[in-house]
């Protein structure tokens, strides 16, 4: 498993600021991603975040609005850009894992709820 | 494109009672499934999960899954359900390379 820490655990924010959220992992990971979870709503892959080069990003996000960092095997930011009220979430980090059997598993981080004024 | 469907949103059971919710995916290939908790103000755990092999999968709290690959189906069971199970339950696949694809999840209330 690994322990997966996220800051700010929450914050309010104005519209049209930004916010950096930042995701910590107690080992090396080869693979972390960013989800949303808008309210009421389920998760969804904002991006996968890698390291050394551009992060991957899943349709219907883009890097002008969700820019991402990877510096090191341990540490990623998600940046939310000109927030607006639409982009109050919980964002989540997540890392792989092998587990077992050499089969991978994704562990969460407690996640940043954000909401935007 | 792929998806997951969890057809009840709202459960509300009383103490011992059973539990099923209900899971269903689209997708044709290979697939790994999981189900996630989320207790109240808690982050999201990993409940159990299915790679291969025996398509009934035993997880943490006595929860239990069946793979049933003709219906696309991954229920997830429990005989007796305590009031400590309230939480949100999330059904999840992996699709390609470690791509996860989350349900809508299900609220589960346990009355005492």
């Known amino acids: 498993s690994a322990v997966i820490s996220q800051k700010p655990s929450r914050d309010i924010c104005q519209r049209g600021t930004s916010l950096t959220i930042q995701c910590q992992v107690d080992?090396?990971?080869?693979?972390m991603f960013w989800y949303r979870q808008q309210p009421g709503q389920s998760l969804t892959l904002i991006a996968t975040?890698?390291?050394?080069?551009?992060?991957?990003?899943e349709s219907g996000f883009v890097i002008d609005k969700f820019p991402i960092s990877r510096p090191n095997l341990t540490f990623s930011t998600l940046t939310v850009s000109n927030m607006s009220p639409e982009d109050s979430s919980i964002y989540l980090c997540?890392?792989?894992?092998?587990?077992?059997?050499?089969?991978?598993?994704?562990?969460f981080g407690p996640g940043t709820r954000l909401t935007v004024l | 494109a792929q998806s997951v469907s969890q057809h009840n949103h709202h459960v509300i059971l009383s103490e011992a009672a059973s539990l099923e919710l209900g899971c269903n995916y689209s997708?044709?290939?290979?697939?790994?499934l999981f189900w996630y908790v989320q207790y109240p103000g808690q982050h999201l755990q990993l409940l159990l999960k299915?790679?291969?092999?025996?398509?009934l999968v035993k997880g943490i709290k006595g929860f239990e899954a069946e793979f049933i690959k003709s219906k696309f189906s991954f229920n997830l069971r429990k005989p007796s359900v305590q009031w400590s199970d309230t939480a949100e339950y999330f059904c999840?696949?992996?699709?390609?390379?470690?791509?996860?694809?989350f349900g809508t999840g299900t609220r589960l209330l346990v009355s005492p």
């Open positions: 997540s890392v792989l894992i092998v587990g077992t059997g050499g089969f991978n598993e994704q562990f």
């Open positions: 080992s090396q990971v080869t693979m």
């Open positions: 975040a890698n390291q050394g080069s551009e992060a991957t990003y």
């Open positions: 997708y044709g290939g290979t697939v790994n």
């Open positions: 299915y790679f291969s092999g025996d398509p």
């Open positions: 999840a696949v992996t699709v390609g390379f470690q791509k996860l694809v």
